[in-house]
């Protein structure tokens, strides 16, 4: 499904459109459809953690936004082998929403509870020796 981008995505000002598809049940993949290039792996941050924050109403406005809109919520991972080793940005959370097909970036104050790079492994269960 295609995107197109209301917020810039931080650092890729030119990215207008993109496309999202399914990799797996957690996993996705967003491409450029400027640039093929350009793409990224996304993670359903819900599977890890209990995860919220608000939406700010310019963005609201910007992509349409009310009560009844079917949005998905995804991260920017940054995949390493092993995968639990992958770090995910949890503060700046990407919003699409899948009724009118627009996206945007927002980024979460400095004093969210979330961090900018956490590893997969941080949310799964200590192996015992």
Known sequence: ???????????????????????????????????????FTLINPFVLREYDFEVPDKVKELMEIDENSNLLILNI???????????????????????????AQIVLPDDSKYGVAETIAS???KKEN
Not at 22 to 34: L, P, Y
Not at 87 to 93: C, K, L, Q, S, V
Not at 95 to 101: S, V
């Open 123 to 125: 949310f799964l269960p």
């Open 1 to 39: 499904m295609k995107f197109d981008m209301k917020v810039p995505l931080l650092g890729f000002d030119d990215l207008k459109q993109v496309e999202l598809k399914k990799i797996d049940d957690i996993f996705m993949k967003m491409t450029s459809c400027e640039d093929e290039h350009i793409s």
């Open 77 to 103: 991972v940054v995949t390493q082998i092993p995968i639990e080793n992958s770090a995910i940005n949890f503060i700046g959370p990407l919003i699409f929403n899948t009724d009118n097909q627009t996206a």
